[in-house]
Each structure stands twice: as C-alpha cells, then as structure tokens.
C-alpha cells in the first residue's frame, strides 16, 4: 500500500495566514529551517496506481493534486485517479476540499459516518451544495468495526476506529461515538497495516491494540504541550479542548510502548508546534524516540 501525505499542517496550515507567532513569523521571512505545509490530508492506494481514496478533503486539495501529479492519470480530457474519498470527522480542515472537487464527472463515493453526514448536511450543508455539482454518494461508514472495501481497490480493506472527540466547532449535536474516527487500512495482500488518527484526545488500551497491530502509525501530531495556545496567548483552549493529545501529555509515552519495528509518524501538526523547526530541541527529542515528522509529498510504502 502506498501513502501519500498530500498536506501535514493542521486547520490553518503552516504558515497561517493571519499568524506572528515564531514559527509562522520565522517560515515567511524564511529565517526557520522549517518547511511550509498544507492542511490534513493523505492519499491511500493498494496495487493499482490510478484508484486512490483521498482521505479528509482539504481546502488546499487544489494546490495539493497540483503537487502530486500521480493522482492525475490523464486517460481522459476530464479524468483523476481519485475513486474515493474518505473522512474521519466533518471539521472544516477535512471536508471544505469537496468543494474544490465539484467539477467531477460523476458523483463522488463519499465515506463517513452518521455524525459527520448530520453536519455535512445540516449546520455546514456542503453536500445540499454539492447536489447540484457532482454530488455525492454516500457510504455509511459503522463505528461498530466492520471492515469495508472502497470501489476500485478491493486489495485493501478498512476499518473505523470511534476515537475521543468532539463535533466540530460550528456543529450544535451532542458528542457521540463516530464525531471523530481514525481509520485502520489493511493491504490483504501482504496483511501489513496502518493505523491513521490525525486527531485523538487520549488513547485507550483499545486504540492501543490497533496501534501495536499495525507496521505505521500516522497519529495527531497537533500540539507540543496541551496549554500551547494559551501559552503564546492566541487562544483560551487547550489541545484536550480541541481533542489533541499533546506530545508532551502522553503521546511520545504511548509511542514508546510501541513494538520497537513500527514506524511511528506525527500529522497535522498545528503551525504553533515547535517541532515543525527541523534543528529545534523539540524535533531532535522525537528523533531519539524514532518518532518521525509528516511533511507535504511524504510517502510511506507499507
Ligand atoms: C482541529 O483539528 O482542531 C482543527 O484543525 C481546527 C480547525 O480546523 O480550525
Ligand atoms: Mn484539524
Ligand atoms: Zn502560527
């Protein structure tokens, strides 16, 4: 299976755009041995090389294909090697993306569960919009734990992973189970797994099982420390507010306890966290955990 980290920033991406804090300050007068990144988003595919599933719709989804020209086959005057796409929660960092993709030519197979089509049709109606673009067709993802196949790659199945989360800001449900999923993605032809989870508020032995069964975990990489953002002043909330185990709360512990050959690898990492700074402490304490950083056009070949 090959991933394609198509952006590795979280919501606001790196540099943001209206930010001065060090690291979005130091990136755009270019001072910081730091790479800018796009919004959260990865590409998955099994053997064939023109059926990817896009997972969570980013709003750089534009310049993230412009980058990735091997999501675009050219077999046809209007043609993309995206079969599918997949979310793992309705925030607007991981679905306004469906907006630039409705110029497709047929309607988009569309993976989520019941919460994030409740938002996605009610207080952030993207896919009434959509209906009259491309539409979509929506497969239900269960948070039960049934494994499912996406059109086109029958080689790989997947699960959902019901994750501690909360709905998204501009949502007014209550939390329930499936508000925020992680995705286990088995190649059934080599049994090889990857556990992806871009936001998790805390890890029980449950997700921790899925972990250890896994040869890649691509977690939350949001936040250093959990008062990261009130620290710096920019915001009252603290990363468990937002559903984000900082690194420093216990995501480095539990990536400890993994088995020694995982290969473990932060995503959406927030443009506040100091371990988006290559020469930084922070970036060379992960290093002696083996703990790697996502960056835009990373490809993990599992
Ligand atoms: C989050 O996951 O907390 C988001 O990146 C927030 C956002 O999109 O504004
Ligand atoms: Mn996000
Ligand atoms: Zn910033």
Request: charged content about 20%.
């Amino acid at each position: 299976m090959h991933i394609r980290i198509l952006g590795a920033a979280a919501g606001g991406g790196f540099p943001q755009w209206n930010c001065n804090c060090p690291n979005c300050g130091g990136v755009r007068r270019e001072e910081l041995n730091a790479r800018p990144r796009t919004q959260s988003s990865i590409a998955i595919r099994g053997a064939d090389e023109t059926a990817w599933t896009l997972v969570n719709a980013s709003p750089d989804i534009l310049a993230q294909l412009h980058a990735n020209p091997q999501l675009q086959p050219g077999r046809a005057y209007r043609d993309t090697g995206i079969r599918n796409i997949v979310l793992t929660d309705s925030q607007i960092d991981h679905t306004t993306g469906l907006y630039m993709l409705r110029e497709a030519t047929k309607p988009w197979p569309l993976w989520c569960t019941d919460s994030a089509f409740d938002d996605l049709t009610t207080a952030n109606p993207i896919l009434q919009v959509l209906r009259r673009y491309c539409g979509v067709d929506r497969r239900r993802i269960d948070v039960a734990g049934e494994w499912f196949a996406v059109e086109g790659s029958e080689d790989l199945r997947w699960q959902a992973i019901a994750l501690p989360g909360k709905p998204p800001p501009y949502s007014a449900r209550t939390p329930q189970p499936g508000d925020v999923i992680g995705l286990l993605v088995e190649d059934l032809r080599t049994e090889r797994r990857l556990c992806y989870a871009p936001g998790v508020a805390h890890i029980d032995s449950g997700l921790f099982e899925l972990m250890c069964s896994s040869q890649c975990v691509l977690v939350d990489g949001t936040f250093w420390t959990d008062d990261e953002l009130v620290r710096l002043g920019v915001s009252h909330k603290r990363a468990a507010d937002m559903g984000h185990l900082s690194q420093t709360g216990g995501m480095i512990k539990w990536l400890d306890r993994l088995p020694a050959t995982t290969r473990r690898v932060l995503i959406h990492i927030n443009n506040t966290n100091p371990i988006l700074v290559e020469d930084s402490p922070e970036r060379a304490l992960l290093s002696s955990h083996s703990i790697e950083v996502a960056y835009d056009g990373m490809e993990i070949v599992l």
